[in-house]
């Protein structure tokens, strides 16, 4: 059984930094692209990183690029989201997603039909 579990977020000040991890079970990293979707009140959700099944391809969004980084650590199963100088129009809820062409979808802007989705981590960027 396939499933993804978000957690690191919390309350940060403008500046500072979190890291996201998705732990991921059922399923090892080199089966699916796993990526991190936020989603703001009010806001549509939007794709922000993805890192490709074989570790080699990234998508960073343009608004984040440059401040944000996704790794993954194979032994653990786990995708990382390291979030550096936050801004409040970072706040979101953050969720990772698996799917088998997901990086693909990402660059198109597409999110529709992702089978695999995480239950979401809160991340708050507040002084």
């Known amino acids: 059984q396939v499933q993804l579990v978000e957690s690191g977020g919390g309350l940060v000040q403008p500046g500072g930094s979190l890291r996201l991890s998705c732990a991921a079970s059922?399923?090892?990293?080199?089966?699916?692209?796993i990526g991190w979707f936020r989603q703001a009140p009010g806001n549509e959700r939007e794709g922000v990183s993805c890192?490709?099944?074989?570790?080699?391809?990234?998508y960073y969004a343009n608004a984040i690029k440059g401040r944000f980084t996704i790794s993954r650590d194979d032994a653990k199963n786990t995708v990382y989201l390291q979030m550096n100088s936050l801004e409040r129009e970072d706040a979101a809820v953050y969720y990772c997603?698996?799917?088998?062409?997901?990086?693909?979808?990402?660059?198109?802007?597409?999110?529709?039909?992702?089978?695999?989705w995480g239950k979401g981590t809160l991340v708050t960027v507040s002084s």
């Open positions: 997603a698996a799917d088998a062409n997901l990086i693909a979808a990402m660059f198109r802007g597409d999110s529709d039909g992702i089978p695999y």
């Open positions: 059922g399923f090892t990293l080199d089966s699916y692209d």
């Open positions: 890192i490709s099944r074989s570790g080699t391809s990234y």
